[in-house]
């Protein structure tokens, strides 16, 4: 989707929809707008009166030999210059300012509205595409308003300008050297849809080459490439994309010049077409020569307005090709949104219901261009159920565990409670209420969750616990990491809570990460608290502490947690053993051994790969 097809470009109309859309977001700046208008005109008119001003000085001047009008001329020269180059500035400054202040509201509110997106839209869209709408595409839509539209409205006005004093001054010469014009316009409108070609394929390009540059260096991706030895096939892979780049570069720089070159040979054609003929007419006295050099400049103007308007269409179209796809990301609809009088989930006693809930995830693409796989090679699988008729309630201040196999759905089913995905079927009620009807805001302040890999900015300790609540002091951070059991590491970092954690913290290990990430959650105060266990980093010594870590951050408040260490798992008030998207088993840990099933071969085999870690 990135490379639009030129002749799709060439073929679509403008879409009355976009326009009026693009108006929208032009609609704050129409002073400005206006004011850019008169500038442009301005500009068209003062840069008529040098040539007009030489014919004077060649015509009255000289031949009257009058210094004083020489001079008076030649000031005024000057003078039309200076405002020639104040009204030039002055143009740039409007459009830079209605250019960047669209490029602003544009990525605030797409910036915004990316984010109130439900996680579903995350998991499925390639970050790099994305990130490539929030500036290529809307660059290109910034150019759309001022680049190409400006172009466009100033051409426009410099071709009447100049068209017309040709006219008033000796119009059958400028016929005469509109003769010259298809040999030029002809090929400049090849050359232009080449070039719109070229550049769409330079995005293209660029966009993947940039794709694998940051897939590949962060944390994740680097070790990756190392531990598989891949370091000279990545740099063949990136090198094929590098060149391909290089090829485009250079024929797009040949092409772009090759226009250039032909434009300026016009223009000389025309002028010597201008004096050969208008010579003539001069010799013969039905021409002045000053009007002469007067009408050649103004012939030579013409020709630049008039090629930049026949390639003006192709280019309009491609630039609202960007509108559109920025807006494309806009329109996305957001199914997760509050119900119209949701309520606030304030008070929190702590009842969490699970009333026969079916769920599968959402397979309808959010947005199809930005997933990876494009959709008309994807046809919408039916959706897998993760989880069939899941019925379970669970008490204010109760410890919850929800065991089971992998892929079992266990994180899956703790999704559903703050709402990170909204149920098939069925229910999940808090405090009886069910949490579609809670506004967002307030039941992701009661429920904390730390997920299986837990995720940390690339930022100091103290400003990853802040996120949870940025006017915490520092003795307040502390206190949270001393409960979670991470005090100790702080502090024994060389710059305390202002050292800095990597690329997604990975300077720290995945225990001391999911301990820091426990330590941020407490800062919150949930009253709920969901955890998702990490299935690494189940070495012994550092059970006792994440045990006393969860101690510490579930005291008082209603927890589910997913569970694969016993400790966990044997302190429960209540274990939920979850195969396959049902629960096939609950009670308490001498409840379920004494009943044998799923829940007392998933104890022995815990309880073997903990016994194994503890001696080596
Ligand atoms: N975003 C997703 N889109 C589609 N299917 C998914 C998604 N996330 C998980 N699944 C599928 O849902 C099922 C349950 O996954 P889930 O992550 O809930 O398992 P789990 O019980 O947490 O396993 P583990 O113990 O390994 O973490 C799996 O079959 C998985 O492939
Ligand atoms: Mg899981």
Do not use: C
């Amino acid at each position: 989707m990135i490379g639009m097809d030129p002749a799709f470009v060439a073929g679509a109309t403008v879409d009355g929809a976009v326009l009026r859309r693009v108006w929208r977001f032009a609609r704050p700046y129409r002073a400005m707008l206006a004011a850019f208008l008169v500038v442009i005109v301005a500009a068209a008119l003062v840069s008529l009166v040098p040539p007009l001003l030489f014919r004077e000085i060649l015509d009255s001047a000289i031949p009257d030999e009058d210094r004083g009008l020489l001079h008076l001329l030649a000031a005024l020269i000057v003078a039309a210059a200076v405002a020639d180059a104040g009204l030039a500035l002055a143009e740039r400054y409007v459009s830079a300012r209605i250019g960047e202040g669209v490029i602003y509201d544009l990525r605030v509110s797409l910036f915004d509205h990316v984010q109130s997106m439900p996680i579903s839209f995350f998991t499925r869209t390639q970050t790099g595409a994305l990130t490539n709408r929030l500036n290529t595409d809307v660059l290109g839509a910034q150019r759309a308003l001022t680049g190409t539209l400006g172009s466009v409205v100033s051409n426009t006005v410099a071709l009447i300008a100049n068209g017309g004093a040709i006219i008033v001054l000796e119009w059958r010469l400028g016929l005469i050297s509109l003769v010259l014009l298809p040999i030029f316009i002809v090929p400049a409108k090849r050359v232009g849809r080449k070039l719109q070609t070229l550049t769409r394929q330079q995005m293209d390009l660029n966009a993947s080459m940039n794709t694998t540059m940051t897939e590949r260096f962060n944390v994740s991706g680097a070790l990756l490439v190392k531990l598989f030895g891949r370091r000279s096939a990545e740099t063949a892979d990136f090198a094929t994309r590098a060149d391909g780049v290089r090829a485009v570069g250079v024929r797009s720089a040949v092409y772009g010049r090759t226009f250039f070159v032909a434009l300026g040979l016009v223009g000389s054609l025309a002028a010597a077409a201008v004096y050969w003929i208008g010579g003539q007419l001069a010799i013969s006295g039905a021409l002045t020569i000053g009007t002469l050099v007067a009408l050649a400049t103004f012939v030579s103007r013409i020709y630049g307005p008039l090629t930049a308007l026949t390639n003006a269409r192709v280019e309009v179209m491609t630039a609202l090709v960007s509108f559109e796809r920025v807006f494309e990301v806009l329109d996305a609809q957001n199914p997760i949104t509050d119900r119209p009088g949701a309520v606030d989930l304030a008070a929190v006693h702590g009842t969490i219901e699970l009333d026969a809930v079916h769920f599968s995830y959402p397979v309808d693409a959010v947005v199809p261009s930005l997933e990876a796989v494009s959709p008309s090679t994807a046809e919408p699988a039916d959706p897998a159920v993760v989880l069939h008729g899941v019925t379970a309630r669970v008490e204010p201040g109760q410890l919850v565990a929800l065991v089971g196999p992998s892929g079992a759905g266990k994180t899956t089913l703790a999704q559903l409670v703050p709402r990170l995905y909204d149920v098939t079927s069925g229910s999940v009620r808090i405090d009886g209420v069910d949490v579609r009807d809670y506004t967002q805001e307030s039941l992701r302040a009661a429920v904390g969750v730390v997920s299986q890999d837990a995720h940390l900015f690339h930022d100091t300790v103290g400003n990853n616990l802040r996120y949870a609540r940025p006017e915490a002091t520092d003795a307040e951070l502390m206190a949270a990491a001393r409960s979670a059991q991470i005090e100790d590491l702080i502090l024994s970092l060389p710059e305390g809570l202002d050292t800095l954690v990597g690329d997604r913290g990975h300077r720290l290990s995945g225990g001391e990460k999911q301990r820091l990430a426990i330590a941020r959650m407490l800062l919150k105060d949930p009253a709920i608290v969901i955890l998702d266990e990490a299935t690494s980093h189940l070495d012994a010594e550092n059970e006792a502490l994440v045990q006393e870590a969860l101690a510490g951050a579930l005291a008082g408040r209603t927890s589910l947690v997913i569970a694969h260490r016993l400790s966990t798992i044997t302190a429960a008030d209540q274990i939920l053993v979850l195969d396959a998207g049902r629960i096939v088993q609950r009670g308490t840990h001498p409840e379920l051994i004494a009943e044998g099933g799923l829940y007392a071969d998933l104890y022995r085999t815990l309880l073997r790969a903990e016994h194994a870690s503890v001696t080596p």
